[in-house]
RNA sequence: GCCCCGGUAGCUCAAAUGGAUAGAGCACAGGUUUCCUAAACCUGCCAUCCCAGUUCGAUUCUGGGCUGGGGCACCA
């Protein structure tokens, strides 16, 4: 919260007391606050007159007259002196509140004394997040849902981070268990199939049928020669050799895309380290497990889920889940605040078992947030691309950074909430036209270097007075709106772990550059003028160059 | 059948815990450059799935219907 809205909010709820003779709680004061949609509604707005006017039983527009008539009394002194100039009754009862010039450049300060830390706020609670994201199996390449994970985790934990928080980013590899074995023997089919020369074999429906094996395959020839009749290891080598060599391959994705983590956790070193029993005998003491059917279950149902999920089958393997909840264990234990996992749309009906066992555990599951990264379909144009995993073919997370870049990729997954169905436009993505968002973000901030260069060039001494009083036309007014409001949408952002808000706000920016630079030349024979206008636009550059940081787009000088 | 996410302009999407005249972009039609990057700008056209309810006020909340996608394993 500014400090002129948190000023605001404790005059407010002054006047109010004043007005109907009771203290107002101060959260409902501060929830009543919003930046209005539209410019001419003012620089803040409260509803607050209307929410009371049932209570009270008055109309709310001579409510808020008589709260606007307690309020100006204060516009004469500090801390509102010289910050506000007017406040009006508008609408159906909206109090609308109008900073002065001065307030509203104002930020052109803040922006030079802050760089490119403006716009962070510090948190009400510094916390310790866990945010677990793509966590693919290693049996095949990143596929582009698996993109549109990789690029909404990496942009949250930047934008967590620029918001205080520490963040650990964690890849969780399923390296071990069923579908890595079947991993194995489809290895192990394709170097026989190479050596033997035993094509016409039908390879087994379950197995991964992708062409990226029959490389792997001739690899794992050239390494080890192997001969048949093969020895019993065979298939066990096979089996580690095309799982390490596909994280590699996923690694090596994931860096030119950008997304580093800070740590990979292996679930086979977990099964190993004899925490998932440990953890299974916590639950057994806590009385939520049961036998039945040669079974071992999980009441579930005790915690809100819809049925009792087994942990360990009647052939005495454990389920998917039950090393998961050990490993959620161990995510708490090892002292994070808050765990955020993002998962595909594939895995919804999976979170009420896993928050059932956390909170079995003991901890507070709201403090694991999960999220599901809902669908991309991939378009040409018009056209939609198929993908189809089992038959081996998907469009991957490669084929997109080779298509469209790392920029446009990373741009084109955050442009939507992540809770809805994406579709992804190649032909867009890969275009260097208007139409283009990224580039038509990116091009503003190149031109504000140019014209930087140009001032350069062409400029002597800058005036020494403040001038920023002449920024009064319309598209300075509103690029000053917008720099003040830079804070808010990354607060927005952090709050509901979306940043497609910084996205929208980046495109809103640009356009308001945009239209700014069309109207107005920047570098001109007033030189206070100027002087004005080269901070404006700097100032525009830093936050440019701030949001798309957050966004992991880069922020180019020249295009 | 149950659960999750959707349904807003010809298309893709916004709209703060229920607020003001529902905003953009694309497409379409037309226009703008002696000047800091035309990868830009300007003008015009077009919309809340349906039916009830709650409310001073509903795209938003409730109920019912229609509709798109995904999920409902001793798979992972």
Redo the contacts with the bound molecule.
């Keep these: 919260m500014s400090d002129l809205k948190k000023s605001l909010t404790e005059r407010l709820a002054l006047a109010i007391e004043k007005t109907i003779g009771v203290p107002p709680p101060a959260a409902d004061v501060e929830?009543?606050f919003?930046?209005?949609?539209e410019e001419r509604?003012g620089d803040f707005?409260s509803?607050i007159a209307?929410?009371l006017?049932?209570e009270h039983k008055r109309p709310?527009r001579a409510l808020a007259e008589d709260l606007k008539k307690q309020l100006e009394e204060g516009l004469k002194d500090p801390p509102l002196a010289r910050r506000v100039e007017r406040i009006a009754v508008?609408?159906?009862g909206?109090l609308?509140f109008y900073r002065t010039r001065a307030e509203q450049a104002s930020v052109l300060e803040r922006i030079e004394k802050e760089g490119e830390r403006f716009g962070r706020s510090a948190p009400e609670k510094k916390k310790k997040i866990l945010l677990e994201f793509v966590s693919a199996?290693p049996t095949g390449p990143l596929t582009v849902a698996h993109g549109r994970q990789a690029a909404l985790g990496d942009s949250l934990a930047r934008i967590l981070e620029f918001c205080g928080h520490r963040v650990t980013r964690e890849y969780y590899n399923?390296d071990e268990?069923?579908?890595i074995n079947t991993l194995g023997q489809s290895l192990a089919f394709r170097v026989k199939q190479i050596l033997e020369k035993d094509a016409a074999r039908e390879m087994p429906e379950n197995y991964y049928r992708g062409e990226y094996l029959v490389g792997i395959a001739k690899e794992f020839i050239k390494q080890f020669n192997p001969k048949p009749p093969h020895p019993k290891d065979f298939e066990e080598k096979c089996r580690i050799f095309a799982r390490d060599k596909i994280m590699e391959g996923i690694q090596k994705d994931l860096k030119d895309f950008g997304v580093a983590f800070d740590s990979y956790y292996s679930q086979e070193i977990l099964g190993k380290s004899g925490r998932v029993e440990k953890t299974l005998e916590t639950l057994k003491a806590k009385g939520v497990v049961y036998e039945?059917?040669?079974?071992l279950w999980f009441r579930s149902t005790d915690f809100g889920d819809?049925k009792d999920r087994?942990l360990k089958?009647?052939?005495g393997?454990y389920?998917?889940?039950t090393p998961d909840i050990s490993y959620h264990h161990h995510k708490f234990e090892r002292g994070f605040d808050e765990l955020i996992n993002i998962l595909g749309?594939?895995?919804?009906?999976?979170i009420a078992r896993l928050k059932a066992s956390q909170e079995a555990l003991g901890h507070d599951p709201s403090r694991l947030r999960v999220l599901?990264a809902?669908?991309v379909t991939l378009f040409e144009g018009e056209k939609q691309v198929r993908m189809s995993t089992r038959a081996g073919e998907f469009v991957t997370l490669r084929e997109i950074l080779d298509e469209v870049g790392r920029d446009a990729g990373r741009f084109f997954f955050l442009v939507?909430?992540f809770?809805?169905?994406?579709?992804f436009d190649l032909a867009l993505a890969k275009s260097?036209?208007?139409?283009n968002p990224v580039?038509?973000i990116q091009?503003a901030h190149?031109?504000i270097?140019?014209?930087k260069?140009?001032h350069r060039e062409t400029s002597g001494a800058a005036p020494s007075a403040d001038s920023s009083e002449r920024l009064t036309n319309e598209h300075e007014r509103r690029v000053l709106r917008l720099l003040s409001q830079y804070r808010?949408v990354v607060i927005?952002a952090e709050r509901t772990l979306e940043p497609y808000r910084v996205v929208?706000y980046l495109?809103e920016l640009a356009?308001a550059f945009?239209?700014f630079?069309?109207?107005?030349?920047?570098?001109s024979d007033d030189a206070a003028l100027t002087h004005a206008r080269m901070r404006l636009v700097t100032a525009i550059q830093t936050v440019f160059r701030s949001g798309l940081g957050l966004l992991g787009v880069s922020a180019p000088l020249?295009?």
Excluded: C
């Design positions: 929830a009543s919003e930046i209005p949609r509604f707005s509803n209307l929410k006017s049932r709310p508008e609408g159906p909206f609308n199996n399923n268990g069923v579908q039945s059917e040669g079974a819809d087994v089958k009647s052939d393997s389920t998917y889940l749309p594939d895995h919804h009906g999976y599901i809902q669908l939507r909430k809770d809805a169905h994406l579709d260097q036209t208007p139409d580039f038509y091009y190149a031109r270097e140019s014209i260069n140009h808010e927005a929208a495109e356009a945009h239209k630079y069309a109207e107005n030349r920047v570098v020249k295009m």
